[in-house]
């Protein structure tokens, strides 16, 4: 790491240092998500700004490789996520207020007590994470797949479940309209 106290100031450029590639990097990177040289060191860097308390709000981490990351508390509301994998990734109580997370794999990820208003869940997969205590007020699943997951006590007033893949989940205790 090169010592910066933020993860903002950390961002390199607009684009991915890979030539004739125009996709934005990936926060904290020279690199998209396709072009990361390090994803596993990358990854450390995001997890140490979480635990040091950065605040990562509407950073670029489209189809990041986050999958088993631990991300805690992490305040990323407004992140930009579409595509990133999360699988088995630790997200307990982490603020993805507004969070775009289309398309993303959170597969037996644990979601407990995450804020996740306004969130975009379209097209993700959830099967068999934990969604306990989650406040997902608001938030979209269209066309999600939510098969095994744990609902339990989550607060789903008007969030928007259209298509969503619901087969063996537990939504004992949820909140519903
Ligand atoms: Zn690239």
């Known amino acids: 790491m090169d010592g910066s106290n933020s ?38 860097a995001l997890e140490d700004a979480v635990r040091r308390g ?21 305040e990323m509301a407004g992140c930009d996520l ?5 699988d088995g990734a630790s997200l307990r109580g982490i603020d993805f207020k507004g969070a775009c997370l289309r398309s993303a794999s959170l597969r037996a990820a644990d979601l407990t ?8 869940l ?28 744990d609902l339990r006590s989550a607060n789903l007033r008007r969030a928007d479940l259209d298509g969503a893949v619901v087969d063996d989940a537990c939504f004992e205790g949820a909140l519903r309209e």
Not at 82 to 86: D, E, G, I, T, V
Not at 113 to 120: N, S
């Open 122 to 149: 379209d097209a993700a997969d959830l099967s068999g994470s934990i969604l306990f205590r989650a406040n997902a007020q608001r938030a979209s699943f269209r066309g999600a797949t939510l098969a095994r997951a």
């Open 7 to 44: 993860i903002v100031d950390a961002v390199v450029g607009e684009h991915c240092a890979e030539p004739a590639c125009g996709a934005r990097p990936l926060a904290l990177a020279k690199h998209c998500a396709t072009h990361l040289t390090d994803a596993s060191a990358w990854r450390r």
């Open 54 to 74: 950065d605040k990562l709000e509407g950073l670029s981490l489209a189809s990041a490789p986050l999958d088993g990351a631990k991300l805690d508390l992490g």
């Open 82 to 86: 579409s595509r990133a994998r999360l």
């Open 113 to 120: 007590a995450a804020k996740l208003f306004e969130t975009t």
